[in-house]
């Protein structure tokens, strides 16, 4: 049986590749690491703690000795690596620990990858570290070879990480892949992103929150594509490879939210415009010709049932997000949103 370590499997996606690989891989084990930051959840992986092909360890990625001695004990044949800062917002307030995990905690984990045996690599990356693209030039889209241009604390973290992954594979022959896709939504997103934050301000009928005039775009994906997508690049994916994953689907924050308010059955008056983000990205896209070409890959969700059955799945997941927006949430959200 081959065994996956999984880093950040607490977290929104990471969470739901582990959920992909139990229920759909009966020939895979799988280790996961996390620390447990605010963005790490143990309720999101009580069915997963249930399940004897999963064993866990709270464990920082940027602890050499602690990773070593993971690595030592469960021989993995393979990493995925999604532990991460992952909110732009918060790198722009404290840049200090995207840097230290993103890029400082990538090395950490590629080093034990070549300590112990040349383990396959592969690094969750994000289309950001592109930078964006127009709002009026629609044929422009990412490909693999646009230059790295990132904007944000986070996506510089993510871009420094990546040229590290190609080249401890130029260099030391690790056998990398890294993936970059867009926007994710779904199943166990932290309410600080923007899906479920509008769908629990919705709920408890408080202001929505848009930045600037809400007319930025994103390139939006469903979460369970995402996982479907690695899993294909770790089992054929070319080794040294850059794969960028995207379903053409492209919308502008304020329709999203107004799409939200209607599922919800709230007014749209609930929407407040406020200061915009620092260095705010215009527009994502992604040409995801590649790893449809390569490895068959295309997205099976269309957003419209993708945004019902996420909406839906917030409406019968209350206290999951609740316990979260109770917690230190309470404090971010008062430090970012107020007088904003
Ligand atoms: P998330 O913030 O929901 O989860 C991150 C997880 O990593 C948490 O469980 C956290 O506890 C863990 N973690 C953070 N620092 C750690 C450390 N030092 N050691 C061990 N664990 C640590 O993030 P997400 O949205 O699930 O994103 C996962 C990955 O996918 C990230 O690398 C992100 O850059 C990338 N990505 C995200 C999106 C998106 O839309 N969310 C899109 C493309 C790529
Ligand atoms: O593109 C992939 C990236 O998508 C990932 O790498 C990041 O980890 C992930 O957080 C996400 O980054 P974004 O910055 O695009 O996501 P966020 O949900 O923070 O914001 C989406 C858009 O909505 C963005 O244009 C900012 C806007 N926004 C966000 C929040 C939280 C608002 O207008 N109001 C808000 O309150």
Redesign the pocket.
Known sequence: MKKLLV??G?????ANFVYHMLDTRPDVRLVC?????Y??NMSTLARAMADSRFTFYR????DRAGIDAIFDREKPDAVVN??????VDRSIEDPALFLQ?NVL?VQVMMDACRSHGNIRFHQ????EVYGDLPLDRPDMLFTESTPLHASSPYSAS?AGADLLALAYHRTYALPVTVSR????YGPY??PE?LIPLMIANCLADKPLPVYGKGLNVRDWLYVEDHCKAIELILEKGRIGEVYNVGGHNEMRNIDIVKLICGELHKPESLITYVTDRKGHDLRYAIDPTKIRDELGWVPETAFADGIKSTVRWYLDNRPWWEEIVSGEYRDYYERMYANR
Do not use: W
Not at 124 to 127: C, E, F, K, P, R
């Open positions: 880093t950040g607490a977290g929104f996606i990471g690491v996390d620390s447990l930051t963005a790490g464990q920082d990625i940027r999604f532990a991460a800062e992952s909110h995990t905690g969750v990356s994000t289309d993510k896709c867009s926007n994710n997103q932290f992103k």
